[in-house]
């Protein structure tokens, strides 16, 4: 069986060492000290060890080490004993370091333990590892045991493996000019198929589509589609691209395209046979995009409420597709349920809706239409934003029964003077 090294190489980047680092081996693991360089970890065979060093020493502002274990490799690279430690040599070599040198491999180890080595005159990895065994676990414990294992040139667990920061982002710059859609698809259809390659081997989908388009005039187009679920479909992506740079025709040619995606953790609908049917997220993507290309992107959304006592302010939101938990009713004996705005005697078919009138309509008023009344409740606010009416708001709302039978609520606005009917009672 062919023999296996370890190489620890200590570094600032590991990101930028990686790509060359995964042309030597495709295993590499991660070793991330409490404080200090990150270091990669590169499990070669013996027979590749002399020209993976020989690689190595070419590179500037890094330490590294090999041996046959992980824990012997860290430690001598670490500390700068040795650059190539023989295996079955670990023991010695670890008996040449101070007792502290342990902590870059067990953190836990911590000022108490150093103390209590001290006073039983341990100064080295290998005081340590000639104690008895037994009787070090019943004083510390499995730190005690682990810290041997180390100090014997013992190898640690297997480290995670490494796996650089991804960048979802495509960049194409053109030796000609685009000057229609359809060669820009074409072109697009590639780049995203990259991009939902990459997602699809990590497990995302894409939240949102950034696209940037570089103009022959030297200006630059940007637009972002939210996305109402997570896809990493290049068709569907694709299909919304088209229908969202359909609706903001260009002024001048492309000469460079870019795309990026936001990465999310992908979902997964689960459907049931027992709840309604939920909408397929690719065809309601390309809907919303037909939507947003019709009446424009600032106008479609879903609506929330603001953090303001202003009557129906709101602002639209992207739309996003939820999948919301069932939940049980509980039922009370000894409480009745609560209605909001009505009596707690009440029941819903005894309830009364209003509907509301957007906007609210000029109306004329007398006491003689007037059969009974409620009110005024009386709200203003944002007076302090200016002087206009529609930085303000000053009103007083009454509930009205009329004459003929009708159930509505009024308001008398301050800035405009003037009645408006809000809405009508169901």
Not at 77 to 96: C, F, I, P, Q
Not at 154 to 174: K, S
Not at 193 to 218: P, T, Y
Not at 222 to 228: D, M, V
């Amino acid at each position: 069986m062919a023999q296996r090294r370890y190489i620890a190489v200590f570094t600032r980047s590991p990101q930028e060492l990686y790509p060359q680092a995964q042309s030597w081996t495709p295993h590499i693991e991660l070793f991330q000290p409490q404080a200090g360089r990150p270091a990669l970890i590169l499990e070669v065979m013996a027979r590749q060890e002399k020209e993976v060093v020989h690689e190595l020493d070419r590179l500037s502002d890094i330490r590294f080490a090999a041996a046959s274990t992980r824990a012997a490799a860290l430690l001598a690279a670490h500390t700068g004993a040795a650059r190539s430690v023989k295996a079955g040599k670990e023991s010695a070599l670890l008996a040449r370091l101070p007792i502290e040198a342990l902590g870059l491999l067990a953190p836990e180890m911590g000022r108490d333990a150093g103390l209590t080595f001290f006073r039983w005159g341990v100064r080295t990895p290998a005081d340590l590892s000639a104690l008895p065994d037994d009787e070090l676990e019943a004083r510390l414990g499995e730190l005690g045991s682990r810290l041997q294992k180390i100090a014997r040139g013992e190898d640690i667990r297997p480290l995670p493996l490494y796996e650089p920061d991804a960048e979802f982002e495509e960049c194409r710059e053109l030796e000609w000019t685009l000057d229609s859609l359809e060669p820009l698809s074409f072109l697009a259809s590639g780049m995203l198929e990259e991009l939902c390659r990459r997602l699809r081997s990590r497990g995302l989908a894409a939240e949102s589509l950034h696209i940037r388009l570089g103009l022959e005039n030297g200006d630059s187009l940007e637009r972002n589609i939210p996305l109402a679920f997570p896809l990493h479909s290049s068709k569907v992506l694709l299909s919304l691209l088209r229908l969202d740079l359909q609706s903001c025709p260009l002024q001048s040619g492309i000469r460079r395209l870019s795309l990026n995606v936001q990465p999310v953790r992908a979902r997964t609908l689960q459907y049931s046979l027992l709840q309604a049917s939920q909408p397929d997220p690719a065809r309601l993507s390309r809907t919303l995009a037909r939507l947003a290309a019709l009446v424009g992107q600032e106008r479609l959304g879903c609506p929330a409420a603001l953090d303001t006592h202003r009557p129906d302010a709101v602002r639209l939101e992207p739309m996003r597709l939820t999948v919301q938990k069932k939940q049980k009713k509980r039922h009370s004996s000894g409480n009745p349920d609560f209605f909001p705005g009505g009596d707690a005697d009440a029941s819903p078919a005894t309830r009364l809706t209003l509907r509301r009138l957007r906007p609210p309509r000029p109306v004329q008023l007398s006491r003689q239409d007037i059969r009974a009344s409620a009110g005024p409740w009386r709200s203003s606010g944002e007076w302090w934003q200016g002087t206009s009416q529609k930085s303000g708001w000053s009103r007083d709302e009454w509930d009205l029964e009329l004459e003929n039978g009708l159930l509505c609520r009024v308001f008398w606005d301050e800035q405009r003077k003037d009645w408006f009917l809000e809405g009508v009672y169901d």
